[in-house]
């Protein structure tokens, strides 16, 4: 299936939001969001995801 | 010394993370500024992020994360939400831009998203104009401060509407008032502090200047001679001279 994750489309199989970060490679101190709504990091492996979800990862960064 | 929802703040001036030439120069200008409050944000992860959150670990400072770029109230909620836990803060400096040219605050929405957040206990900062009916409906959502403007984001511009301001702190002595944006030189922040206000935040004022560290010095050099000058309670203005030296006694030649 496809997801979009930071804006941009990509394939996974995975069955959670955990596991489709892991896949892709986003790993470090992030928050998430599935859709518009946050997901809390000890949820992301009880959130399943289905073709066309939409997911934010986030990091720190500088900000004024 | 200002009290933010009860935690006391040594130092009145707040700096922002953003623009700095490098990450060593960022790091100096906030040990120069004396700052214990440093802002910061939350951006999709391009592999940047966990440098930087290193770094500002080390700043030693207190981490003010903020809602930069949100449009709506939803939007803003959902970045404190992951803020507060990327962060972990329940302080959030609750930005809703209204405006693309002068980033100017959306104030409804940003109200309505200042109240959600407070009701779920986060302490709200809210980026807001100096419009009073706007800082009241702030204060009954549950703010307990306020950051009104001074001039645009980034544009240097200073106090824009210094009368509004002053009304502003006059119409709320009691509330932590921060001037957040638009500081372009130590002066401004210095006549901010001698208005009254308890603290003034900024971060192109010392990112781009030329040498940030030393702009960085300078701006808390000011904010602590507005803050004294305050206290020493400033004379009164008038439109003629007043001598100073003495006349009586004043040979006739």
Redesign the interface.
């Known amino acids: 299936m496809q997801i979009i994750l ?2 941009s489309p990509c394939h996974t199989n995975a069955a959670t939001l955990a596991d489709a970060l892991t896949q892709a490679g ?1 790993t ?6 599935l859709n ?3 997901v ?2 000890a949820l992301r492996d009880q959130t399943p995801i289905r073709d066309g979800d939409r997911i ?9 | 010394m200002p009290v933010l929802y009860g935690t006391h703040v040594e130092s009145a001036l707040l700096l922002g993370t953003a623009g700095y030439p490098s990450p060593r120069i960022l790091a100096d200008a906030f040990a120069r500024s004396g700052a214990g409050i440093a802002t910061v944000s939350l951006r999709r992860e391009t592999g940047g992020g966990q440098d930087f959150w290193a770094l500002v670990q080390s700043l030693g400072a207190r981490l003010l994360p903020n809602t930069a770029g949100c449009h709506s109230a939803k939007e803003a909620v959902t970045t404190a939400h992951m803020a507060r836990e990327v962060f972990g803060t329940d302080w959030i400096k609750l930005e809703v831009i209204g405006h693309a040219d002068t980033l100017q605050p959306d104030v409804f929405e940003l109200v309505q998203a200042a109240r959600i957040l407070a009701a779920e206990g986060f302490k709200v900062f809210p980026y807001c104009t100096e419009d009073l009916t706007v800082c009241e409906r702030l204060l009954d959502a549950g703010c307990q401060v306020l950051m009104p403007w001074g001039a645009p984001i980034g544009s240097g511009l200073g106090l824009n509407n210094p009368h509004g301001l002053r009304a502003l702190r006059a119409a709320f002595p009691d509330v932590p008032l921060i001037i957040d944006a638009g500081i372009g030189l130590p002066s401004h922040a210095a006549a901010a502090m001698e208005m009254g206000y308890d603290a003034v935040l900024l971060n192109s004022a010392v990112a781009r200047a030329g040498d940030p560290a030393m702009m960085a010095g300078a701006m808390a050099d000011a904010v602590r001679a507005g803050r004294a000058a305050y206290l020493a309670d400033p004379m009164e203005r008038t439109d003629m001279a007043v001598p100073s030296t003495p006349v009586l006694g004043k040979a006739f030649l």
């Open positions: 930071n804006g986003v470090g101190h992030i928050a998430t969001a518009g709504s946050f809390p990091a934010e990862a986030l990091a720190p960064m500088q900000g004024g």
